[in-house]
């Protein structure tokens, strides 16, 4: 991505790790150093719909740099939409804006929308990924394995647990959590387990409490450096609660075999994109065998940072 190396870009989200991973990764793969910014919108324009325009009070952090307006502004989430037709304004059109998903709005209101492809957007300037942009690379995951002699050393095979939780769609119910412990119970292989704030203490406790016998089995105490690249670098296989729409993505783009964890619930859109997952061949639905495949890695980042390339040069 040589032709856009020198050129300055932002990010703004509403500070979100998932939505803003996803624009990281399209700027990384563009080669471009980005600062993030993030966006908290007052009332009473928090609460309203972008379709109405009428965003008019809003703060970042950290404050705006006064240095002058980006060439390439990333923007994800409902409330960045106000950040990006400000900038676009100030900028007097001088700045390239690029929306991460579905903004529900009309996408002419960016010069680029990247979305995937159980989105319902559409248009001459929308462009659809299999999945969502990530930050998962080879050369990324292989170097953070080395920064974790305590996985490193566990034996092969070994699976990474990748354990989200409740949401607006799904739901992990300590019914899940217990079959889902006897399963990898069964299991001969190294676990390395890691959780997210969504899954509860009361779910976590189980896990640990059910698999403390386990022969080899890590748990992320969420003390220290976080060791999720490591996991996906060194996992021969890969298990993910069907409730991230990142996580999923993130994992098929290892190339390895990937299960999702069914939890209780489904939307149309994650569900959707699970299906495409499972068409592609990168995904299969666990339950309790455990097998290993091949499929072409997803590359949706580099997809979207050669989609912004031939935009940008080419406006």
Same mark, same amino acid.
């Given at each position: ?172 119910? *300590?019914?899940?959590? @217990?079959? #889902?412990?006897?399963?990898?119970? &069964? ?7 890691? !959780? =997210? +704030? ?93 097998? *290993?495949?091949?499929? @072409?890695? #997803?590359?949706?980042?580099?997809? &979207? ?7 940008? !040069? =080419? +406006?």
């Amino acid at each position: 991505m040589q032709k856009l190396k020198n050129i300055s870009c932002w990010i703004i989200t509403e500070g979100m790790a998932g939505t803003e991973n996803q624009c990281l990764g399209v700027a990384e793969s563009l080669e471009v150093s980005a600062q993030i910014l993030r966006i908290t919108l007052t009332q009473p324009w928090k609460s309203l719909s972008p379709w109405l325009g009428f965003e008019q009070a809003f703060t970042f952090s950290p404050r705006l740099p006064t240095s002058g307006w980006p060439d390439l502004l990333i923007v994800s989430g409902r409330k960045s939409i106000a950040a990006a037709r400000y900038i676009k304004k100030q900028s007097h059109g001088k700045t390239f804006t690029v929306f991460i998903q579905d903004p529900r709005i009309s996408p002419k209101e960016f010069d680029l929308v990247i979305a995937p492809e159980h989105d319902p957007v559409t248009g001459d300037n929308v462009v659809k990924t299999t999945a969502a942009p990530n930050r998962i690379t080879s050369d990324k995951i292989t170097q953070a394995a080395n920064s974790f002699a305590a996985l490193r050393d566990m034996p092969s095979p070994r699976i990474a647990v990748l354990i989200g939780g409740n949401s607006k769609a799904h739901r992990l119910t *300590s019914f899940i959590v @217990e079959k #889902l412990c006897t399963h990898l119970a &069964a299991l001969t292989q190294s676990l390395m387990i890691t !959780t =997210s +704030r969504r899954t509860g203490a009361e779910n976590e406790e189980m896990l640990r409490h059910h698999l403390s016998g386990h022969h080899n089995v890590y748990f992320w105490d969420h003390q220290g450096e976080n060791p999720y690249f490591a996991m996906l670098a060194l996992a021969d296989i890969i298990m993910v609660t069907n409730d991230s729409a990142s996580m999923l993505s993130e994992a098929a783009t290892t190339g390895k075999p990937v299960y999702a964890i069914p939890l209780e619930g489904g939307g149309k859109r994650i569900d959707a994109m699970l299906s495409r997952l499972i068409n592609h061949g990168a995904v299969r639905i666990f339950d309790g065998k455990i097998e *290993s495949w091949t499929y @072409e890695p #997803l590359n949706d980042a580099d997809k &979207a940072a050669r989609a912004i390339e031939d935009a940008f !040069t =080419s +406006r």
